[in-house]
């Protein structure tokens, strides 16, 4: 039904928001991906493979990189890790992606960012083979999000999307607040939430846009994808909304053995009393960005085989 003027977006019974399991989302995703390829595989077809090209000495990239070769290995698909020092030359890169581009066994190719300083990431992103390129970050994928064209989604956007469809959280005709205008995130975010079938009224925000409060208030559904610890306050939320944290940020804490801890662009604690939904960081969008890149490996197998 659709929402009165001056009707609160929460349903009145609900004391504080309810909290987005991404976790679980993401483990249901992972078992449905699971059990496609095992289908796949028994009628004969070989199991989907996934490269990925870590490179330099970043931690955070390298448990990235562990988590998604976990995942996919424990959803029947074949993942290999390709590394390399920080100090390969761009060409050398451009190379790799080239070759594996061209082969045969190699279904879906992902470059794991940030790259060091003296490669242009845009430039081996271009290099990419688009119909294997399951991080959806090539132009060509982006040019048939942005037309409503089948192609590769960034597992991110399409992890949001499905932590909405899963929270029946309805996106038809509401309007969407995304705060970030990244190719990563925000961009795509968009042109994904205006879809037919999903049909949403968008707006995206960024580091210029005046009155920020103000149109984050008018958001069914407020997307944070900035970078930012607890950037997004309570007064920036319309009652009853849906709260979608993307961000990941590391902040000092030293009761950890690690000295850190994650958290998001979001002030959880205090916009869970006021939002309708709520994602958790960590626990809520990071573990669908993983199953999303597991079903875009599936997908790359079959449309290659087809
Ligand atoms: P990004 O490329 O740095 O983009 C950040 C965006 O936030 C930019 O559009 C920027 O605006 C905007 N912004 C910065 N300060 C702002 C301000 N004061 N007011 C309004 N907008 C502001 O980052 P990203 O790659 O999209 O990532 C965003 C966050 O999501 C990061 O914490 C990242 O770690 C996280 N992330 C999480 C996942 C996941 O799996 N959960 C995946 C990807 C990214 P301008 O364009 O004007 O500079």
Redesign the pocket.
Known sequence: MPLQANQPYKPAFFEVAQIIDGKAVAAEVRRNVRAEVAVWTSEGHAQPYLAVILVGENPASASYVRGKIRASQDAGIAGDTLTFGANITEQELLDVVRDLGQQPNVDGILVQLPLPDHIRADRIIAELNPDKDVDGLHVVNAGRLATGQVGFIP??PS?VVELLRHSEIETRGRRVVI????????RPLASLLMHKGYDATVTV?????RN?SEVCREADILVA????AH?VSADMIKPGAAVID????RIEDNSRPSGYRLTG?VDYEAVKEIAGWITP?PG???P??IAMLLQNTLLAAKRRTS
């Open positions: 597992c991110t992890g705060i970030g205008r990244s190719n990563l995130v925000g925000c960024h580091s210029r846009t920020l994808a900035i970078g930012r950037f993307v961000g990941i940020n662009d960081v809520g969008v990071g669908m960005t």
